[in-house]
């Protein structure tokens, strides 16, 4: 059958000249529409399989409003836009375009550009329905194991995360005054690892008194459909005193998504459940969807855990440690890869993911903020494991040398070419090509490289037929790939082929709260190395890489660190020689950047004194004395804020 395309363009002869390039090609056009409220009508009337789309047509409305629709109804669209402005470029991102196409185009452009949004679509849908597959699967083992309340929610919690990332889920019901509710919050502490705080734990670690808490408690309204804040909306909402503000400001939460249980069973109250999330922009209409076609699933699942007896209400303001605990059945599956903070816990989610499919990943992000590292990991959890990995650094190729060097030659295929070369893609043959810097590759080999991607096949140099090769790619640039695709240095149709699975990594100046634990990770690696003993940073130190700004990320970081221990001279490094400039480089971002809530704070202290103390708690010089509190109050701070005797998580 004929695919249906709906043109959305107001100019009429660009119009027609793309409805006869379809037709050629063999594919239907349902219609062209001049404005948006033409598309709308014709998109609810035919409903099309894709539709290609300018940003700028008659009327007020553009093409971006309409995208959002059209994401929304799961129609895949490419845009069709003269203008190669930024800023229109990274509104139209926003909403997950499935190709974009540059005017002036030729045909071959256009129809690549489809094969690869039919390609992206399907492939999309298909992890999706995946993803849901194995989350029905878990769900059923998780209540066939028959655990205690805590422990089955806290299962369930974790394979809702790749479903909906969050940072703290929130499950339980609103009941009726004087009960108020009854909530369990599961905040995630680490890859695998969640601290379960229920509501009087929550009162705590926020450190109301009962009386401001059961106020905010009673303020609570149960939710009677999907619910999603993000961005300005959420703070909008977390203003108004409320549970959710106390959340959010606690924990530093940015967003937010909730919905009802549908019980079929009496309860005490209304159930529901809640994600929060740090990131503003965490929930989006997909999420929303997603949430429908689940509700019926979870609410079956989750009404037992959330149907108990009537909670007692806190009528005491009782001084007793929460109920709060937390599980680490972690295995470092991503070893050498260093850090908590929920960026790059969100970067560990999109490995684990992707990982085990053979998508192409292409990791963005400023230089020296591990994007080899997590090719190597990506590969490292890969069913290509065993074959090799080979890295590939385009920049430091020679232009005249890099198709040679990526496709071999045969012998006497140029002036000294005295021996037959095999490429660096055959030898990846069965395994992962990791292509640094590929927003370096020149244009004549970008050709090259997609037609590695299409047809699987590369051609030697002098070489009489194409070879097969099955290959997993996996590419890493420090360049914004849009603006130099904008600026015609790189190849759209290529950037789509590579974009098909995007990670993000964050640079160091936005995830500060990793400092200390890669501080510590780099000292004894170079104290190991050197034969020295380094205990620590001091104080003084440690304000001191907390203020920089990071320009070179972790790799600057990790320079600074093993100097900082081949100069020192005692056990413990006082002095951090940052690199020469950094008075000027000590931003004011650095006060922008998120701070600490108290929660994270009072944990970071406590966990930092307990070094000191080698997790001696009590007795002269141990942790209680230095905090200046008695030792049985500091055991119930660490248990509330989740810090084990050896100081982890
Ligand atoms: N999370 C991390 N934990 C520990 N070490 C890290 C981490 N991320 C990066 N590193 C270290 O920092 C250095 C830079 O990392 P890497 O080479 O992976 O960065 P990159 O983003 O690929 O840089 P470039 O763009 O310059 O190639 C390496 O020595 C790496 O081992």
Same mark, same amino acid.
């Given at each position: 059958?004929?695919?249906?395309?709906?043109?959305?363009?107001?100019?009429?002869?660009?119009?027609?000249?793309?409805?006869?390039?379809?037709?050629?090609?063999?594919?239907?056009? $349902?219609?062209?529409?001049?404005?948006?409220?033409?598309?709308?009508?014709?998109?609810?009337?035919?409903?099309?399989?894709?539709?290609?789309?300018?940003?700028?047509?008659?009327?007020?409305?553009?093409?971006?409003?309409?995208?959002?629709?059209?994401?929304?109804?799961?129609?895949?669209?490419?845009?069709?836009?003269?203008?190669?402005?930024?800023?229109?470029?990274?509104?139209?991102?926003?909403?997950?375009?499935?190709?974009?196409?540059?005017?002036?185009?030729?045909?071959?452009?256009?129809?690549?550009?489809?094969?690869?949004?039919?390609?992206?679509?399907?492939?999309?849908?298909? %992890?999706?329905?995946?993803?849901? %597959?194995?989350?029905?699967?878990?769900?059923?083992?998780?209540?066939?194991?028959?655990?205690?309340?805590?422990?089955?929610?806290?299962?369930? *919690?974790?394979?809702?995360?790749?479903?909906?990332?969050?940072?703290?889920?929130?499950?339980?019901?609103?009941?009726?005054?004087?009960?108020?509710?009854?909530?369990?919050?599961? /905040?995630?502490?680490?890859?695998?690892?969640?601290?379960?705080?229920?509501?009087?734990?929550?009162?705590?670690? &926020?450190?109301?008194?009962?009386?401001?808490?059961?106020?905010?408690?009673?303020?609570?309204?149960?939710?009677?459909?999907?619910?999603?804040?993000?961005?300005? %909306?959420?703070?909008?909402?977390?203003?108004?005193? &409320?549970?959710?503000?106390?959340?959010?400001?606690?924990?530093?939460?940015?967003?937010?998504?909730?919905?009802?249980?549908?019980?079929?069973?009496?309860?005490?109250?209304?159930?529901?459940?809640?994600?929060?999330?740090?990131?503003?922009?965490?929930?989006?209409?997909?999420?929303?969807?997603?949430?429908?076609?689940?509700?019926?699933?979870?609410?079956?699942?989750?009404?037992?855990?959330?149907?108990?007896?009537?909670?007692?209400?806190?009528?005491?303001?009782?001084?007793?440690?929460?109920?709060? #605990? $937390?599980?680490?059945?972690?295995?470092?599956?991503?070893?050498?890869?260093?850090?908590?903070?929920?960026?790059?816990?969100?970067?560990?989610?999109?490995?684990?993911?992707?990982?085990?499919?053979?998508?192409?990943?292409?990791?963005?992000?400023?230089?020296?903020?591990?994007?080899?590292?997590? *090719?190597?990991?990506?590969?490292?959890?890969?069913?290509?494991?065993?074959?090799?990995?080979?890295?590939?650094?385009?920049?430091?190729?020679?232009?005249?040398?890099?198709?040679?060097?990526?496709?071999?030659?045969?012998?006497?295929?140029?002036?000294?070419?005295?021996?037959?070369?095999?490429?660096?893609?055959?030898?990846?043959?069965?395994?992962?090509?990791? /292509?640094?810097?590929?927003?370096?590759?020149?244009?004549?080999?970008?050709?090259?490289?997609?037609?590695?991607?299409?047809?699987?096949?590369?051609?030697?140099?002098?070489?009489?037929?194409?070879?097969?090769?099955?290959?997993?790619?996996?590419?890493?640039?420090?360049?914004?790939?849009?603006?130099?695709?904008?600026?015609?240095?790189?190849?759209?149709?290529?950037?789509?082929?590579?974009?098909?699975?995007?990670?993000?990594?964050?640079?160091?100046?936005?995830?500060? +709260?990793?400092?200390?634990?890669?501080?510590?990770?780099?000292?004894?690696? #170079?104290?190991?190395?050197?034969?020295?003993?380094?205990?620590?940073?001091?104080?003084?130190?440690?304000?001191?890489?907390?203020?920089?700004?990071?320009?070179?990320?972790?790799?600057?970081? +990790?320079?600074?660190?093993?100097?900082?221990?081949?100069?020192?001279?005692?056990? /413990?490094?006082?002095?951090?020689?940052?690199?020469?400039?950094?008075?000027?480089?000590?931003?004011?971002?650095? +006060?922008?950047?998120?701070?600490?809530?108290?929660?994270?704070?009072?944990?970071?202290?406590?966990?930092?004194?307990?070094?000191?103390?080698?997790?001696?708690?009590?007795?002269?010089?141990?942790?209680?004395?230095?905090?200046?509190?008695?030792?049985?109050?500091?055991?119930?701070?660490?248990?509330?804020?989740?810090?084990?005797?050896?100081?982890?998580?």
């Amino acid at each position: 059958m004929k695919k249906k395309i709906l043109i959305v363009e107001d100019q009429f002869i660009e119009a027609n000249h793309l409805r006869i390039m379809l037709e050629r090609a063999g594919y239907e056009v $349902s219609g062209i529409a001049r404005s948006v409220e033409q598309a709308e009508e014709q998109v609810a009337k035919e409903a099309p399989a894709l539709v290609l789309l300018d940003i700028f047509l008659t009327g007020t409305r553009t093409g971006i409003e309409l995208a959002e629709q059209l994401r929304e109804a799961n129609i895949p669209f490419i845009y069709l836009s003269a203008n190669s402005n930024e800023e229109i470029l990274n509104a139209a991102k926003a909403t997950h375009p499935n190709g974009f196409l540059v005017k002036p185009f030729r045909e071959k452009d256009l129809l690549v550009a489809l094969q690869i949004a039919e390609y992206h679509h399907e492939n999309g849908l298909e %992890a999706k329905l995946r993803k849901e %597959a194995i989350f029905q699967k878990q769900l059923t083992a998780i209540t066939q194991e028959k655990l205690a309340r805590e422990q089955t929610l806290l299962k369930i *919690a974790q394979v809702l995360q790749p479903l909906f990332p969050f940072d703290m889920m929130a499950v339980g019901y609103v009941g009726e005054l004087p009960h108020v509710t009854h909530v369990l919050h599961f /905040l995630r502490i680490g890859f695998n690892e969640y601290q379960v705080i229920d509501a009087q734990g929550l009162r705590v670690v &926020s450190n109301l008194k009962l009386e401001e808490f059961n106020t905010l408690q009673s303020k609570m309204t149960p939710a009677v459909d999907v619910e999603i804040h993000t961005g300005a %909306a959420f703070k909008k909402l977390a203003a108004e005193p &409320s549970v959710r503000k106390l959340i959010a400001t606690t924990f530093g939460m940015n967003s937010y998504l909730g919905f009802p249980l549908q019980t079929v069973h009496q309860v005490h109250g209304l159930p529901f459940l809640a994600f929060y999330s740090r990131r503003p922009d965490a929930y989006n209409e997909e999420h929303k969807a997603l949430c429908y076609r689940m509700m019926p699933l979870l609410s079956q699942t989750l009404q037992h855990l959330v149907k108990s007896e009537k909670p007692a209400a806190f009528e005491q303001d009782r001084n007793v440690s929460p109920t709060t #605990y $937390s599980t680490n059945n972690q295995v470092n599956t991503f070893e050498g890869i260093i850090g908590q903070s929920h960026l790059l816990l969100n970067v560990f989610d999109l490995i684990s993911q992707v990982a085990p499919v053979d998508t192409s990943v292409l990791i963005t992000g400023e230089s020296g903020t591990g994007k080899e590292r997590v *090719a190597d990991t990506i590969h490292a959890l890969s069913m290509r494991k065993t074959q090799p990995l080979i890295k590939v650094n385009c920049a430091a190729l020679p232009t005249n040398l890099i198709e040679s060097e990526l496709f071999g030659h045969e012998k006497g295929a140029f002036t000294g070419a005295f021996e037959k070369r095999t490429g660096r893609f055959e030898q990846a043959n069965n395994g992962t090509i990791f /292509l640094d810097e590929i927003g370096d590759m020149p244009l004549e080999t970008q050709v090259k490289l997609l037609r590695v991607l299409q047809q699987k096949e590369i051609e030697r140099l002098g070489g009489k037929a194409p070879v097969k090769v099955d290959i997993r790619i996996i590419a890493a640039t420090n360049r914004n790939l849009e603006k130099e695709v904008a600026e015609g240095r790189f190849r759209l149709d290529l950037y789509y082929r590579l974009n098909v699975f995007p990670i993000q990594m964050p640079s160091l100046s936005d995830r500060k +709260e990793d400092i200390p634990l890669l501080v510590d990770h780099f000292l004894q690696y #170079y104290g190991r190395k050197t034969g020295k003993k380094i205990t620590g940073v001091s104080e003084k130190g440690l304000r001191a890489l907390a203020l920089y700004d990071w320009p070179g990320n972790i790799r600057e970081l +990790e320079n600074v660190i093993e100097r900082s221990v081949l100069l020192a001279k005692g056990t /413990l490094i006082d002095q951090i020689i940052l690199p020469t400039n950094s008075v000027a480089k000590v931003s004011g971002k650095s +006060e922008e950047a998120r701070l600490k809530t108290i929660f994270e704070n009072e944990r970071d202290h406590i966990i930092a004194v307990l070094k000191k103390c080698n997790g001696r708690i009590r007795g002269s010089q141990g942790a209680a004395e230095i905090l200046d509190i008695p030792p049985s109050t500091l055991g119930s701070k660490m248990k509330k804020l989740g810090i084990k005797r050896d100081f982890g998580y």
